[in-house]
């Protein structure tokens, strides 16, 4: 931020809503320390890995968006197809989930009419994954398109069985994402944690798991922090965003994102929480700065 005054103001505006819900001050889940956000390098706790999802900070060049994530203690960019690849290992950044391989979020392994192009662009793209030195691939169920949840795991089941063999060959997960079907994504068929989960058990493998994203889950599901205790040996990723409007994390939303990273570090996970969220706050790099404050737990 640009001022000490400014950081002042977002302090007093935080605290100022966690009186509101009748929280002390000095225990609010979304307090922040002023000092670290004089810092030009934060020096976080190292309970949780750091991600920023690439797409929403798209305004921002590549390069410069490396160098700021690095200063504010986030050590992988998510959503990075190959020719970026580059620019993440200059930074000595990773690639937490890499993309590239997915026709879109709508064309997906529940239906067989796209197994064919899938198959191929993930046969290809697997070996790139790995000879990169980076271990998740995304992929996407698809819409339901009037299929029922059998039909709907019975294809995705047959598209993916014949990649697993190569990804596990090459040390790569497929990491299915949950997304929610009620206000950004209707029709999506893998929108509900007990779906994917299914699709898990049936695959048999640990080279293919789950992307829960907490904004799409908590508005599809809720029950956050209950579904990460119980699921979490099937999960691979983590996101993150403000709900409602997929905005900021921050106390103009009703996640408490302290507890659910808590909730998260608990279970023992070592992969990557990747804030996702979209910026209202003209200075973005500031609100991602304060976004990983919140997640530091």
């Known amino acids: 931020m640009s001022s000490n005054l400014s950081r002042r103001s977002v ?48 305004d921002i060049d590549l390069d410069t968006l490396c160098i700021e994530a690095k200063k504010i203690g986030i050590s992988g960019i998510d959503l990075v197809g190959p020719k970026e690849w580059p620019i993440l290992k200059k930074h000595e950044l ?36 790995a000879k990169a030195g980076f271990k998740n691939l995304i992929c996407f169920s ?21 990649l697993i063999p190569l990804a596990e060959k090459h040390k790569v997960t497929l990491v299915m994402e949950l997304l929610n079907s009620k206000v950004n994504h209707k029709d999506y ?15 048999q493998s640990e080279n ?5 994203d907490i904004y799409h889950m908590q508005i599809d599901e809720g029950d956050v922090i209950r579904t990460i205790k119980d699921n979490h040996q099937y999960f691979a990723h983590y996101h993150t965003a403000g709900v409602p409007g997929r905005n900021e994390i921050d ?3 009703e996640l408490n994102y302290p507890a659910i990273m808590k909730a998260i570090a608990e279970t023992g996970f070592k992969g990557y929480v990747a804030q996702e969220f979209i910026p209202k706050n003209p200075d973005k790099i ?12």
Request: with cysteine.
């Open 208 to 212: 293919f798991k789950l992307l829960y």
């Open 94 to 129: 990773d690639s937490p989930m890499c993309n590239g391989a997915e026709i879109n979020l709508v064309d997906g392994f529940n239906d067989i009419q796209f197994h064919e192009t899938l198959i191929k662009n993930y046969s290809e793209m697997i070996p790139l994954v």
């Open 11 to 58: 302090i007093k505006g935080i605290i100022a809503g966690t009186a509101a819900l009748g929280f002390p001050s000095s225990l609010s889940a979304f307090a922040i320390e002023e000092e670290p956000l004089k810092n030009e390098t934060v020096k976080l706790k190292g309970n949780i890995n750091h991600s920023v999802a690439r797409w929403c900070f798209s």
């Open 189 to 203: 068929q893998c929108d509900r944690t007990p779906w994917g989960v299914e699709l898990v058990k049936s695959l």
């Open 286 to 297: 500031s609100s991602l700065k304060k976004a990983i404050a919140i997640c530091d737990i």
């Open 142 to 162: 698809g819409s339901r398109r009037n299929k029922t949840d059998e039909e709907g795991w019975h294809n995705c089941k047959l598209g993916l069985e014949q």
């Open 251 to 253: 106390e103009t939303q």
